[in-house]
């Protein structure tokens, strides 16, 4: 009988330990880069990132191939609107978003991969944890991605499917919060579209 209530206590440790999905934080700015290498396309772009009201704002540089373009774009999902300022042209563009807004962090139903130290693991405050997850959804697309433990910070992102191909996100410099709510006004060059 004693065997057996050790055996069930290590048997519930062991699962204890294993993660869950964790939330990342609603509202975060840093840097993020977009890549499609089949495209060859890279955006370099200082993003702010708000799930709470469900609005992003990114200020791109864009390269596809050897083309260099500047713009400033706000996606304010809850109005259905996408602004889309030029920075070199100043000619600002209205239209709805490309796709539905996407929360930022590990998907519920998630399958954990590994959990890894990044930088020097050795060294006390040189290192963070990061936790690997992916996901298959019903229509065959992929996403995975890697978060830091236990503050959910996002990393990396990937994401493919065979309208889009295979997309990948890498986010650095990231801050909790908004720093300046004023961010997701449209641009005045904007104003009246």
Known sequence: MIKVAILLALAAVCL???PVPCESPDQWEGMRVMTDQSKEFQEIAKY?????????????????????????????????????LNLVTKKCNVTVPSHPFWKTGVVPGSKFLFEAEAGAASIPFEHLTVQNWDITFDNGAKYAIAVTSPTCVPVFAAYYNKEIGFLIENFFDIHAGI????????PAECAGL
């Open 179 to 186: 720093s300046d709510p004023s961010v997701f006004i449209p």
């Open 48 to 84: 702010s990132y708000d799930a709470a009201n469900r609005r992003t704002r990114a200020i791109e540089q864009v390269n596809i191939g050897k083309e260099k373009d500047y713009f400033d774009v706000l996606k304010i999902y809850d109005q259905n609107k996408e602004y889309r």
């Open 16 to 18: 204890a330990q294993t």
